[in-house]
């Protein structure tokens, strides 16, 4: 048989040949699935509904149709876009129709594992969740796997999309960060090694309260058996339920709870039940408590594969961290800046204040549900907060109700001056970017947003 790892290249690997796959959304993710399925032997019909994304299919020679106009819904499966609602709050009307025909709403990790089962491989796949810490997981498990040799494929959430991953041999590994919103769309993909990192409110609308959206992130667990692995986060009351989600091997993992059986930081050194694993405080990219965990994960995750425990620790240590995720950009006068664009919600945003002792903070954006009252052990830390955006206002009432110095900044280009000057003058080592908003009143994206702060960070005079 010829290698899988070849079979990309081969013109008779067709698993999807006399399907007829409906694609909908034909942005980062979805474009790259229909070329490759159109390579796969599926018959595609391609929708955006932003021309842009219709003409960029029409550009690559797809068929483009609106799916959910054919009567009866005449396909095997629809491959929605992770961001495309298919039932709350509102159906897109093409998942709708596929509904209403008993077509299923697939993601585009499911198919990669059916091609990668069509093509005899037996790599194994590793799927990463969790409201927070999943990209950073993700990356840090790749790194160890490449570190110590071996072949490994990353992408899904973090990108590139599953379906733009090369097919591996069987000795190689997929590590997918899976969102909630993928995790919906699964039917018979398997983790080899599934983790979930932790639960706190997010995407509630979409999964129609809390309830819904942990049962959207057990799925991870779905058809693993006594021979798999499950990684789970005990840092929040959600570890011990996910713990019973599961047929597989429970390891348990903490950033400061000794875990028998599991992996967990005493302090800053990483260990298991043989003893130390690595010395955090080598690893300059997983600063805090909230990274210990990340990393307690991923080397459960990496002992669970076979790698050996020698080698963890420079692997821990060489890793370069994430963009958008407490990734320092700068110092000036021995102020650093630290972008945590990523920190979308109030969660997020306590890890990256709870990593360092005094800090003027930048925040504001669009407010998740909540605010950041649940900050409040976290204000001290505070020295001054320069506050930007739709939740300006309404951040400076809760923070200077309990005493954080503040000033609205309005944008970003006014916040980075005005934190230097205030670090200088206050005597904080730390500007810390770590917004608890979404970023769509001012930038396309939170990656937008980092990029700004980093560009405003450089153009800053190197001293007073």
Avoid at 215 to 234: L, S
Avoid at 307 to 319: D, H, I, N, Q, T
Wanted: glycine letters at 12%; proline letters at 7%; charged letters at 20%.
């Amino acid at each position: 048989m010829t290698a899988p790892l070849a079979l990309a290249e081969r013109t008779d690997f067709a698993p999807f040949a006399g399907q007829r796959i409906a694609v909908v959304g034909l942005g980062r993710a979805g474009l790259p699935a229909a070329l490759r399925l159109r390579g796969w032997g599926a018959g595609l019909l391609c929708w955006d509904d932003q021309p842009a994304g219709r003409a960029a299919a029409e550009a690559e020679g797809l068929p483009v149709g609106d799916p959910a106009a054919r009567p009866g819904f005449p396909f095997d499966a629809l491959l929605l876009s992770p961001g495309i609602p298919h039932r709350l709050p509102r159906a897109h009307p093409a998942a709708a129709a596929a509904e209403a025909a008993g077509v299923p709403v697939l993601c585009d990790a499911e198919l990669l594992h059916r091609a990668l089962r069509a093509a005899g491989s037996t790599a194994r796949l590793v799927g990463i969740t969790g409201t927070n810490g999943k990209s950073t997981t993700t990356a840090l498990i790749h790194h160890l796997l490449r570190q110590a040799g071996r072949i490994s494929a990353v992408g899904g959430n973090l990108g590139p999309a599953a379906l733009g991953l090369p097919l591996l041999p069987g000795d190689g590994t997929y590590v997918l960060e899976m969102s909630s919103y993928m995790l919906e769309r699964v039917e018979t993909l398997r983790f080899d090694v599934a983790v979930q990192l932790n639960l706190t409110p997010d995407h509630l609308d979409r999964h129609g309260g809390m309830e819904g959206y942990a049962a959207a992130k057990a799925r991870i667990f779905n058809r693993q058996g006594e021979g798999d692995a499950a990684v789970i986060g005990m840092d929040d009351a959600s570890g011990p339920r996910f713990a019973h989600a599961t047929a597989a091997r429970v390891i348990p993992v903490s950033g400061g709870t000794p875990q028998p059986g599991g992996v967990w930081a005493e302090g800053r050194l990483l260990r298991d039940d043989g003893g130390i694993l690595a010395d955090l405080d080598e690893a300059a990219a997983l600063p805090g408590r909230h990274n210990a965990q990340n990393a307690a994960a991923a080397a459960a995750t990496a002992l669970a594969l076979g790698l050996p425990r020698e080698g963890l620790a420079a692997g821990l240590a060489s890793f370069p961290g994430l963009p958008h995720r407490q990734e320092r950009v700068g110092a000036r006068d021995g102020v650093v800046f630290i972008n945590d664009s990523k920190a979308t919600n109030a969660d997020s945003a306590e890890r990256a204040l709870a990593s360092y002792d005094r800090v003027v903070w930048i925040a504001g954006g669009v407010p998740k549900a909540g605010g950041i009252d649940s900050l409040a052990p976290c204000f001290p830390r505070i020295a001054r907060a320069l506050l930007i955006g739709q939740s300006a206002a309404d951040f400076a009432a809760t923070l200077s109700a309990a005493g954080v110095p503040v000033e609205i900044a309005g944008t970003l280009e006014a916040a980075v001056p005005a934190a230097l000057a205030a670090a200088r003058a206050l005597g904080a080592g730390v500007v810390l970017l770590s917004p608890a908003c979404a970023s769509f009143d001012q930038f396309s994206g939170f990656d937008a947003r980092g990029d700004a702060f980093r560009a405003l960070v450089a153009a800053l005079p190197e001293t007073v």
